[in-house]
């Protein structure tokens, strides 16, 4: 059989990071009334490049499939919410934004970035292909086109709108198939002294705290600065700046600009490739030994569940989140170990977790149920989840976590 190759530098890809076996898509939710229906199962193998090290998943699933229907709203989260608005306080300072720039977010999802520029007075486009979202964008007076991003797509959006100033990309480099595809469109749409930022998790945090929940189809790739360097590279970009940020277990922020501009690099960018050199991130030895890692986090959460359950306690979980989904499916977990997930997010409640088939509701449902564990699976935004949720105390609830091992917070 060949192996695939590498979507971002195409060498063939012969090395394992590790493979969690056959799983239904993470934000497939599934509604009461196909619950008889049976989910789609497919491979989930992340593997690393010994080239450009870039670790990615088999292009098993087309996008079409996950984004065009996606039940993940950014507004959601209070946190996720001030980070963006702190992003646009930030950047309209820096660059000394105004009425005449541009300013596009690729992913925009239900507008949770934007609205703050938009507040501010500055012209914006959001472009995301999921139409529950953009539709909730436009409400809060977001300009949103539904398309997938692209360099075609790029093009012709500049020929509408112009050229942007800033375009922010948070938590969606990760989630396109054809990354040179994708990294081109910033070049087509990028004003000629225009800035582009992209968040994403680092994979040094996913390697280092064995954050292998955060594997699932929809994150095609797992980026380090390395990679990230050497794909933009290809496409006229170049980076000048990067920040460290906590979220999503622990996230860049890597400000790009055309190759050609004579914007000077800052600090953090040699502090983030000197990191990574110390870590090894470009040596193949350092993704060694992951399995075995993972393994044991599974073991942890099944002995916590078995444990639960041998002592007459409830187990409820808090987040219909995808990483979740992951874990869960991964340890073979179903509703007879945790009976219930809750989540704010409507579009999530009454339905059924993907592959585990656990029913998911609103928040009320833990007053009126009275577990006595609430597992976060969302592990990223525990402190919020604990802090906003306190009161399962009165009852005796007790929160835990499951990643990167079963903790019972105090």
């Not at 049976?38 to 990615?56: K, M």
């Not at 946190?79 to 009425?99: N, T």
């Not at 040699?270 to 075995?292: C, L, N, V």
């Not at 991964?330 to 009454?350: E, H, L, R």
Request: with cysteine; charged share 20%; proline share 6%.
């Amino acid at each position: 059989m060949t192996a695939p190759a590498c979507r971002s530098c195409g060498t063939p890809l012969t090395r394992t990071l590790v493979d969690l076996g056959k799983t239904p898509l993470a934000n497939s939710y599934v509604p009461p009334e196909e619950a008889a229906t049976p989910d789609e199962y497919y491979p989930l193998h992340a593997r690393v490049c010994e080239t450009c090290f870039l670790v990615q998943v088999d292009d098993v699933v087309p996008p079409e499939a996950i984004f065009r229907d996606y039940a993940y709203f950014s507004s959601f989260s209070a946190g996720w919410v001030e980070h963006a608005r702190k992003y646009a306080e930030q950047a309209i300072s820096k660059f000394d934004l105004g009425p005449d720039d541009l300013i596009a977010e690729v992913a925009s999802n239900d507008g949770y970035l934007l609205q703050h520029f938009v507040k501010a007075g500055l012209p914006v486009l959001g472009i995301d292909p999921a139409l529950d979202a953009a539709e909730a964008a436009r409400e809060r007076g977001v300009r949103t086109e539904t398309e997938f991003f692209g360099h075609d797509s790029a093009t012709k959006l500049r020929g509408t709108y112009g050229a942007a100033s800033v375009i922010a990309a948070n938590n969606v480099l990760a989630h396109v198939p054809d990354i040179n595809d994708f990294v081109s469109g910033f070049s087509a749409l990028m004003a000629e002294d225009g800035v582009a930022s992209f968040e994403f998790p680092h994979i040094l945090n996913l390697l280092e705290k064995v954050q292998f929940d955060t594997i699932y189809h929809e994150h095609f790739s797992y980026l380090s600065l390395h990679a990230v360097e050497k794909c933009f590279e290809r496409h006229g970009l170049r980076v000048f700046n990067v920040e460290e940020l906590p979220t999503h277990g622990g996230s860049l922020r890597v400000w790009a600009c055309h190759s050609a501009s004579t914007r000077q690099a800052e600090s953090g960018l040699e502090a983030i490739r000197q990191k990574e050199a110390d870590f090894g991130i470009a040596t193949t030895t350092t993704y060694d030994g992951f399995p075995a890692k993972v393994d044991a986090i599974k073991s942890g959460l099944l002995a916590f569940l078995a444990k639960a359950k041998s002592d007459g306690k409830t187990v409820a979980g808090y987040g219909a989140a995808a990483k979740g989904n992951t874990l869960l499916n991964y340890s073979g977990v179903t509703s007879n170990d945790i009976s219930f997930v809750v989540d704010a997010n409507p579009m999530k409640q009454n339905t059924l977790l993907p592959g585990s088939r656990i029913p998911v509701h609103g928040p009320d449902a833990l007053s009126e149920r009275k577990p006595d564990y609430v597992l976060i699976l969302p592990w990223n935004i525990a402190e919020e989840v604990a802090t906003s949720m306190s009161h399962i105390s009165d009852w005796g609830g007790r929160f835990a976590v499951a990643v990167p091992k079963l903790t019972i917070l105090p």
